[in-house]
């Protein structure tokens, strides 16, 4: 039985869209090929996008099973039910239990409800899955945890994801040495509010504790590497990790989402300008060739010309490297979504100009590159610094080998390595 996943959204999303489709290879044959649309609903865009999808497959594979699935059919599965173009509306729970696959797709048609979505608020469990398990990768991604107990104004995730959750410890290592085993150099650990990690757990043990101990009992796992974290919540054991563990990779990519203190408290996020930029300052005392990535929306509610320049100044103030820059998108059922608008144009606008500040800032840091000595981890066409920049390779080498390479230039994008 063919089976296909078309992803949206997040590298957690991508983790589990992997997991789905074992799931669905290994529930036996169903006939009609079958696509998995793995939705993400963090902005109104990417919630069309899914749609848009969604009725390509029908035209291109009029006789598919198309099964829907991820965080925006969960917080909308009335939405994708009513498309025509759907075979089946799952959970973001249900997605994962492979039960479910099982009855979906079963030689003898099984028995599956159309819509089967549960209340997400009531799942207190995870269980660590890796992503690309059954195949050799360069890179492979664990789920450490899931959900989120945070309200931001503009998010509707935590309604998708369900509350926060952790993978207890010994079964991530367990995870991280079977994707080593499976010739991953390099894994990443992910998850929805990965700072979060552990405040379910006995003891409750940080994500610090987490990254020594997988560092400690994973002694021939090359890179270890850390998804998108809430720098107001990073424990002092991660930061000392950082400092002290050479195979901890110096990239962090920050969830700071504006520098305006007033549209930081309208957000209701839990940190402030200052905050911020102290955080970059000592992550950067303590590793020197830390890189920064960050999350930044433009034009939130409220936010005026002024509000908006303290965003651009940021990333000097930060020394941010990678912008993710979202257009504010008002969700429905958020508080964000009833307060004054800022018109989409001047949001559009705002984006534009914080993402060619971006560029800038990539720029002057590939600049700073050339000439260097970098150790690269090589995958299909290209390769990555340990500060996850990508290279262009002079030659060929090795899939998932680490070599080293000396830059010779840059296209403003990536490096060029000699």
Same mark, same amino acid.
């Given at each position: 039985?063919a /089976?296909?996943?078309?992803?949206?959204?997040?590298?957690?999303?991508?983790?589990e869209?992997?997991?789905?489709?074992?799931?669905?290879?290994?529930a036996g044959?169903?006939?009609?090929?079958v696509?998995?649309?793995? &939705?993400?609903?963090?902005?109104?865009? #990417?919630?069309?996008?899914?749609?848009?999808?969604?009725?390509?497959?029908r035209?291109?594979?009029p006789?598919?099973r198309?099964?829907v699935?991820?965080?925006?059919?969960?917080?909308?599965?009335?939405?994708?039910a009513?498309?025509?173009?759907? +075979?089946?509306?799952l959970?973001?729970?249900?997605?994962?239990?492979g039960?479910?696959?099982? +009855?979906?797709?079963?030689p003898?048609?099984g028995?599956?409800?159309? &819509?089967?979505v549960?209340d997400?608020?009531?799942?207190? @469990?995870i269980?660590?899955?890796l992503?690309?398990?059954?195949?050799?990768? #360069?890179?492979?991604?664990?789920?450490?945890?899931?959900?989120?107990?945070?309200?931001? &104004?503009?998010?509707?995730?935590?309604?998708?994801?369900g509350?926060?959750?952790?993978?207890?410890m010994?079964?991530v290592?367990d995870?991280?040495r079977r994707?080593?085993?499976?010739?991953?150099?390099?894994?990443?650990?992910?998850?929805?509010d990965i700072t979060?990690?552990?405040?379910?757990?006995?003891?409750?043990?940080?994500l610090?504790?987490?990254?020594?101990?997988?560092l400690?009992?994973?002694?021939?796992?090359?890179r270890?590497?850390?998804?998108?974290?809430?720098?107001? @919540?990073a424990?002092?054991e991660?930061?000392r990790a950082?400092?002290?563990e050479?195979?901890?990779?110096p990239h962090?990519?920050?969830?700071?989402?504006?520098?305006?203190?007033?549209i930081l408290k309208?957000?209701?996020?839990?940190?402030?300008r200052?905050?911020?930029?102290?955080?970059?300052?000592?992550?950067?005392?303590?590793?020197?060739d /830390?890189?920064?990535?960050a999350?930044?929306?433009?034009?939130?509610? &409220?936010?005026t010309?002024?509000?908006?320049?303290? +965003?651009?100044?940021?990333v000097?103030?930060c020394?941010?490297?990678h912008?993710? /820059?979202?257009?504010f998108?008002?969700?429905p059922g958020?508080?964000a979504?009833?307060?004054?608008?800022v018109?989409?144009?001047v949001?559009?606008d705002?984006?534009?100009?914080?993402?060619?500040?971006?560029?800038?800032a990539?720029r002057q840091y590939?600049?700073?590159?050339?000439?260097?000595?970098?150790?690269?981890?090589?995958e299909?066409k290209q390769?990555?610094?340990?500060?996850f920049t990508?290279v262009r390779l002079?030659?060929?080498?090795?899939?998932? +080998?680490?070599?080293?390479?000396e830059i #010779?230039g840059?296209d403003?994008?990536?490096l /060029?390595a000699?």
């Amino acid at each position: 039985m063919a /089976v296909e996943v078309v992803t949206f959204g997040c590298r957690l999303n991508a983790a589990e869209s992997d997991a789905m489709k074992r799931h669905a290879a290994a529930a036996g044959e169903a006939g009609a090929p079958v696509f998995i649309v793995n &939705t993400c609903a963090v902005t109104q865009e #990417a919630a069309r996008q899914a749609r848009q999808a969604i009725r390509r497959l029908r035209r291109e594979h009029p006789d598919a099973r198309i099964v829907v699935t991820g965080c925006a059919a969960q917080v909308e599965p009335q939405a994708f039910a009513a498309m025509p173009e759907v +075979s089946h509306v799952l959970g973001n729970a249900e997605k994962m239990r492979g039960e479910t696959w099982r +009855s979906l797709l079963a030689p003898d048609g099984g028995f599956t409800p159309r &819509t089967l979505v549960g209340d997400i608020m009531t799942v207190r @469990e995870i269980a660590p899955h890796l992503a690309d398990g059954h195949a050799v990768k #360069a890179r492979a991604f664990v789920q450490v945890q899931n959900g989120c107990d945070h309200r931001c &104004t503009f998010c509707i995730i935590p309604f998708g994801r369900g509350p926060s959750r952790s993978a207890p410890m010994g079964l991530v290592i367990d995870e991280v040495r079977r994707a080593t085993a499976l010739g991953a150099a390099e894994v990443v650990l992910s998850g929805v509010d990965i700072t979060s990690y552990g405040d379910d757990l006995p003891g409750r043990p940080r994500l610090g504790t987490l990254v020594r101990q997988v560092l400690k009992h994973v002694p021939e796992l090359p890179r270890l590497r850390i998804s998108s974290i809430d720098s107001v @919540e990073a424990d002092p054991e991660l930061l000392r990790a950082l400092a002290e563990e050479p195979r901890l990779m110096p990239h962090l990519h920050l969830s700071l989402q504006a520098g305006d203190d007033l549209i930081l408290k309208r957000m209701k996020r839990r940190h402030s300008r200052a905050d911020a930029i102290a955080f970059c300052a000592e992550a950067r005392r303590l590793r020197p060739d /830390v890189v920064f990535g960050a999350d930044i929306i433009a034009g939130f509610p &409220t936010e005026t010309e002024e509000m908006f320049r303290r +965003s651009l100044d940021l990333v000097d103030e930060c020394g941010l490297t990678h912008l993710h /820059v979202f257009p504010f998108s008002p969700r429905p059922g958020t508080p964000a979504a009833r307060m004054p608008q800022v018109d989409p144009a001047v949001a559009k606008d705002r984006a534009r100009r914080l993402r060619e500040r971006g560029a800038d800032a990539l720029r002057q840091y590939l600049d700073g590159e050339v000439g260097q000595r970098r150790r690269v981890l090589v995958e299909r066409k290209q390769g990555r610094t340990e500060a996850f920049t990508p290279v262009r390779l002079a030659r060929p080498a090795a899939y998932g +080998s680490i070599i080293e390479v000396e830059i #010779a230039g840059h296209d403003g994008r990536m490096l /060029v390595a000699a």
